[in-house]
């Protein structure tokens, strides 16, 4: 299995690091009731997964090239492996889940048992 390279491997870490804080800013923000952040909700796991597999895994392309294809004639969506459709699939069903857990399920299934 190729390996990613450094330069992918530090703006991964960076890119992860900065969506950590700006979760942290959006989750202060929520509690001073600020809703407008929902959005963040939505971008942060999403951000935070394609950066973690950034950290483990080579890029669509570097894989194609690694197994020898000619990739000047595909498309950008054409370069992107199987492996990297399942990554994005999966960061897509996490920001939804956490949209729902926090904006969803929180509000209207919980909320019933906070007055009795």
Request: proline share 4%; hydrophobic share 50%.
């Amino acid at each position: 299995m190729p390996k990613p390279s450094i330069q992918q491997v530090i703006g991964a870490i960076f890119f992860c690091l900065s969506v950590i804080g700006i979760w942290l800013i959006r989750y202060e923000a929520q509690n001073d009731n600020h809703h407008y952040l929902k959005v963040w909700s939505i971008v942060f796991p999403i951000t935070l997964c394609l950066s973690l597999a950034a950290i483990i895994f080579p890029g669509p392309r570097a894989e194609r090239l690694q197994r020898g294809e000619d990739i000047a004639t595909l498309s950008l969506v054409q370069i992107i492996t199987g492996r990297w459709w399942k990554i994005l699939a999966i960061a897509a069903m996490s920001g939804a889940l956490h949209y729902w857990y926090w904006y969803v399920w929180k509000y209207f299934f919980l909320w019933k048992n906070y007055g009795r």
